[in-house]
């Protein structure tokens, strides 16, 4: 318990009415081992500890709280704030069709998503959602997809195998012209640094501009997500993050790695394999998780 | 690195900055550096020596590749892991790779719940060439390696691998499928089976400990395959799991093509870290 861990701390330096450089530092090299084990990258520790250090220091401890209590309320109201503060799907609202694009590293859960979604903005919003099938290299995608699409009634455009931007403007094109006012677009996992793939997706945002692009990423993510989440946003400025198998024990550090590198919010989380495991994100319960 | 000098605090605080980045955890990081500071001796060392010395604590920590041999006939691997690491895909590659061994080679559909994942199998199984053993979408796992071993003994394969689920090692109810499969497998011979794979992504951070703990609780682990090694992550997670049930790496996915899987190399990999 990260609480008793900071309290240990603050009983031997007795007497601390006051966050002191000396106690704040012990501290903070208590919460730096939480945060790596966690799998929050390195550099984005480093950059919260200075952050906070200089936050702490000075600050008043209340007559009800102890130093230590303070510290870890310090440290909570700090990751929250850097997870984006308060939960907030985006407003999806805009002439139709709403267009929505997937992107992300291999196996992250892309595929599986689209259909949550899907199915979620279906319920909550009365969208009339269509699925367009862009993954044309990994054995039967196009399959799955369509199959998940079956399960939910909800319909799939492809072409099979063809050529992933003119899929995407055939699906945009077959959405205006078939009453749907919400296209989720799936695309294959890539590697941030295959630049022939990395510019496939940038000519499919061109050819069809999507309102939102989700980039997806597993919570299991260890260091690399700074640099992973970086390079597609960097090239690519995708609007929100879908958090994937949060039903698992990771303690998802890599949220934090994302946010902060990246700014951009996470919307969602995946948990489960079933259409209905998506859940809206929220910070506070994300720092309770990766603080253990 | 940094030229030659002593081995101060702040050349340490670099090289596990530099170490952490690979996801190699604290603990083994610590162990390395550890290592390296009595080796120093508090004397001047270069950066050669110093990366020589970490390479050799890494390798240490890590049991050698063995060399591939039949267990049986046919030889049965069974591939296992979470979701979306890579397994499906590593068994084209590895039936490719018997394959063009000479070897004839099964392969068993036993990811009878995801959508599209028999499919997927199927594709992998007409382009390599290889015989596929498949039941509907729903049918129970078990049955389906139950009937693939049946069936590439009557054959007289000498290779059967066994496709599974992906499945989180915290849920119950998935690891006692997993447990169920290996029972009924077990009803031909209680050997069965002869390789147990588990499947990491490379991009994985420290979760691959308790993957490595959840899997191996329910069938004894006998190497690792760490996929995505082609793509900037090191896959430094899975130094604690060699280290702690002794299991060694033995093949490693460079991409998702038939030819990207290679066996492991312990020195090659180690160096990479380093470089
Ligand atoms: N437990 C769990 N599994 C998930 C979740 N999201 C996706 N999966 C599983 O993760 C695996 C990969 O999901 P996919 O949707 O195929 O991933 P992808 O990103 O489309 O993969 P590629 O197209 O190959 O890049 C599948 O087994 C999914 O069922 C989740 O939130 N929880
Ligand atoms: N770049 C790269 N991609 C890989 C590698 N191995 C697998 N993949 C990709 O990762 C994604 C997931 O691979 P799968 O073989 O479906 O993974 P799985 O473990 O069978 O997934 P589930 O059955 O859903 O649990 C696919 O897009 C593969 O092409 C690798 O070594 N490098
Ligand atoms: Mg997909
Ligand atoms: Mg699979």
Not at chain 1, 70 to 77: A, G, L, P, S, T
Not at chain 1, 152 to 177: C, Q, T
Not at chain 2, 186 to 197: N, S
């Amino acid at each position: 318990q990260l609480s008793d861990k900071l309290e240990g701390i603050f009983k031997r330096l007795r007497g601390q009415s006051q966050l002191t450089e000396e106690n704040v530092s012990e501290t903070l090299r208590e919460i730096r081992v939480v945060l790596l084990s966690a799998d929050v990258n390195f550099k984005t520790t480093k950059e919260f500890i200075n952050a906070v250090k200089e936050k702490a220091i000075g600050a008043e401890v209340l007559t009800s709280l102890s130093p230590g209590q303070v510290m870890v309320k310090v440290i909570h109201d700090e990751l929250v704030a850097l997870l984006g503060g308060q939960a907030e799907e985006p407003a999806f609202q805009g002439s139709p069709p709403f267009q929505i694009l997937m992107m992300g590293l291999q196996g992250s859960g892309k595929t599986t998503a689209c259909g949550k979604l899907a199915l979620h903005l279906r319920n909550t919003r009365k969208k009339n959602p269509l699925l367009v099938a862009c993954d044309v290299y990994r054995p039967a995608a196009i399959d799955q997809l369509k199959t998940i699409g079956k399960s939910l009634g909800i319909p799939v455009y492809d072409e099979g195998l063809g050529d992933p931007v003119k899929i995407s403007e055939n699906g945009r094109k077959f959405a205006r012209d078939n009453g749907h006012d919400l296209v989720i677009y799936d695309t294959a996992g890539r590697l941030q640094m295959d630049d022939e793939l990395m510019r496939e997706l940038e000519r499919i945002i061109e050819s069809v501009k999507p309102q939102e692009k989700f980039f997806v990423a597993d919570a299991m993510t260890g260091q690399e997500a700074v640099n992973v989440a970086k390079t597609f946003n960097d090239r690519l400025d995708f609007t929100g993050v879908i958090l994937t198998k949060m039903d698992g024990d990771a303690r998802g550090g890599a949220a934090l790695s994302i946010k902060s590198i990246t700014g951009k919010p996470i919307r969602y989380v995946g948990t489960g394999e079933k259409p209905d495991a998506l859940e809206v994100f929220y910070p506070d319960r994300m720092v309770s998780r990766i603080l253990g | 690195a940094f030229g030659k000098g002593k081995l101060t605090e702040q050349v340490i605080e670099n090289i596990e900055e530099k170490l952490l980045a690979a996801d190699i955890s604290m603990e083994v990081a610590s162990h390395i550096m550890d290592e390296v500071r009595v080796k120093a001796k508090g004397e001047e060392i270069d950066s050669m020596q110093l990366l020589a010395w970490m390479a050799e604590s890494t390798r240490n920590l890590m049991p050698v590749t063995p060399v591939w041999t039949a267990k049986g006939k046919p030889h049965v691997i069974l591939m296992i892991g979470v979701n979306g690491a890579g397994k499906t895909t590593t068994i084209g590659k590895l039936a490719h790779h018997y394959k063009a061994k000479g070897l004839s080679v099964m392969v068993a559909a036993g990811d009878t719940f995801r959508a599209g994942a028999i499919a997927q199998l199927e594709k992998w199984a007409q382009r390599v060439e290889v015989d596929i053993i498949k039941h509907q979408e729903g049918a129970d796992a078990a049955s389906v390696a139950f009937d693939a071993y049946a069936a590439a003994k009557a054959r007289n394969l000498d290779i059967l691998i066994i496709d599974t689920a992906g499945r989180l090692h915290n849920k119950g109810h998935l690891m006692e499928e997993l447990r169920k499969l290996v029972r009924v497998l077990r009803k031909h011979d209680e050997v069965l089976p002869h390789e147990c794979l588990l499947v990491v992504d490379g991009n994985t951070g420290q979760n691959a400990i308790q993957q490595g703990q959840g899997f191996n609780a329910i069938v004894k682990l006998d190497g690792l395959v760490v996929t995505k090694l082609d793509g900037t992550a090191k896959g430094g997670s899975i130094i604690p799991l060699c280290r702690e049930f002794g299991i060694p790496v033995c093949w490693v996915g460079v991409g998702e093509d038939l030819d990207d899987l290679i066996r492991f190399d312990r020195d090659e990999y180690v160096q990479g870290l380093f470089l």
